[in-house]
Nanobody, 121 residues
């Protein structure tokens, strides 16, 4: 059983930055992603990275502001978030899937517990 543990959330002013981390307890499937869920809204895809090859892709809403990266040795994925906006406020989750380039939550097998990010205006 793989456990994913997120950290790094918090309160930040608009325009600020945060870096989230997701540590896996064991070697996971090949693809990691970040999702987020704002209060009263559905969970939405944010960014994806493949352990094999390191390819990444992003939701349009975060492209150019967020960067996903991974450390194979530490089994850890990061999400660097810059130029944060109030609409980025959400609980952020990392997730793991055997499938490449998927954005649907149901296609992810393992999930972390989430970390809250709040961006004040």
């Amino acid at each position: 059983q793989v456990q994913l543990v997120e950290s790094g959330g918090g309160l930040v002013q608009a325009g600020g930055s945060l870096t989230l981390s997701c540590a896996a307890s064991a070697r996971t499937f090949s693809n990691m992603a970040w999702f987020r869920q704002a209060a009263g809204k559905e969970r939405e895809f944010v960014a994806h990275i493949s352990w094999s090859g390191g390819s990444t892709y992003y939701a349009d809403s975060v492209k150019g502001r967020f960067t996903i990266s991974g450390d194979n040795i530490k089994n850890t994925v990061y999400l660097q978030m810059n130029s944060l906006k109030p609409e980025d406020t959400a609980v952020y989750y990392c997730a793991n899937s055997p499938l490449l380039y998927v954005r649907t939550p149901s296609q992810y097998i393992y999930w972390g517990q989430g970390t809250q990010v709040t961006v004040s205006s």
